[in-house]
């Protein structure tokens, strides 16, 4: 998995209100046994006026060439609610997205955000609300270690991460990596077990 540490970029405003998963991507777009090639169909009945021919909507956001290579996503409330697919976090990672920012996120798409290599920050309604109603592409520098979001004008932003997630990403570690990296103390605890319970190992 990718490390994410720290992130300078622009960010894109997505700024709606309960965008599910089906939004993020069509069930209809999920062809691919891999992860890989998803970030086509990302956003795809917003994203193109024509899906079939692939023919894109120039009112949307991310089709604007200020916003089109955007590693960062300003969305709204509830971002990513819905099921539970993980293909719309794979989508958003294969288009390029590394960080959303949002009020809040699904519950899941959140877990899956973090296992996939992306950020998902929370930080304050009327915050997220600011930043993408701004006008102007923002660039934003996100830092993981400091847990800050510094904005174009200077002010820095802090914002809190579950210890668990925060070293998942920095180190680049799924729940498999995080175990291993704790395999010596769980080596420890089952010598001890046996030592003391030693009937239970006949």
């Known amino acids: ?74 969305a709204g409330p509830n971002f990513g609610c819905g099921s539970s697919r993980e293909h719309a976090v794979w989508a958003l990672q294969d288009y390029g997205i590394r960080c959303v920012i949002a009020p809040s996120f699904g519950a899941i798409f959140q877990g899956n955000c973090v296992r996939n290599g992306i950020l998902p920050l929370v930080l304050p309604e009327p915050s997220v609300a600011a930043l993408a109603q701004a006008g102007t592409p923002q660039l934003l520098t996100v830092d993981l270690a400091a847990q800050s979001v510094r904005v174009p004008d200077g002010t820095e932003l802090p914002f809190t991460i579950a210890p668990a ?14 175990t291993l990296k704790r395999l010596p103390a769980i080596r420890d605890f089952e010598g001890s077990y046996r030592a003391r319970n030693p009937w239970l190992f006949f």
């Open 1 to 74: 998995m990718q490390k994410f540490t720290r992130l300078t970029g622009v960010a894109a405003p997505l700024f709606r209100a309960n965008v599910d998963t089906d939004a993020i991507i069509p069930s209809r777009e999920m062809k691919k046994v891999s992860k890989e090639g998803l970030g086509e169909g990302m956003f795809a009945d917003w994203r193109y006026s024509d899906v079939a021919n692939r023919v894109e909507n120039p009112e949307f956001i991310l089709n604007w060439p200020c916003f089109r290579k955007a590693p960062i996503l300003l």
């Open 165 to 178: 997630d925060k070293e998942m990403l920095l180190e680049g570690l799924d729940a498999i990596g995080v």
